[in-house]
């Protein structure tokens, strides 16, 4: 089970964090990653991490703007998005892929998802 937290309204170049909460499933196993989907657009990967090693991926429309991290003591993987724009409201949905590494994200590779939280950056 993964359940998100920290969606929210907020203006454009400010910052926002999103936190995801897993259970049921060994952390070290999976691949963490969170994926967006704004209306009328096809889901899109954004960031992943390999809990570790701490190495990740970083989507180029939010490369050095979001910070994914992880913390497998508590089973929980973070992202913080800074300098937001409005081009990155969305639903955000954290995920866990039935594999170890990181790579170019693809949504069929993941095998466990969260319900969503939906950011909101006003311009």
């Known amino acids: 089970q993964l359940v998100e937290f920290g969606g929210g309204l907020v203006q454009a170049g400010q910052s926002l964090t999103l936190s995801c909460k897993t259970s049921?499933?060994?952390?070290?196993?999976?691949?963490m990653g969170w994926f967006r989907q704004a209306p009328g657009k096809e889901r899109e990967g954004v960031a992943c991490?390999?809990?570790?090693?701490?190495?990740?991926y970083y989507d180029d429309s939010v490369l050095g703007r979001f910070t994914i991290s992880s913390d497998a003591a508590k089973g929980t993987v973070s992202l913080q998005l800074n300098r937001l724009k409005s081009e990155d409201t969305a639903v955000y949905f954290c995920?866990?892929?039935?594999?170890?590494?990181?790579?170019?994200?693809?949504?069929?590779?993941?095998?466990?998802w969260g319900q969503g939280t939906q950011v909101t950056v006003s311009s």
């Open positions: 049921g499933f060994t952390f070290g196993d999976y691949t």
């Open positions: 995920a866990a892929g039935g594999f170890l590494g990181v790579r170019p994200m693809s949504g069929p590779e993941y095998h466990y």
């Open positions: 991490i390999n809990p570790n090693d701490g190495s990740t």
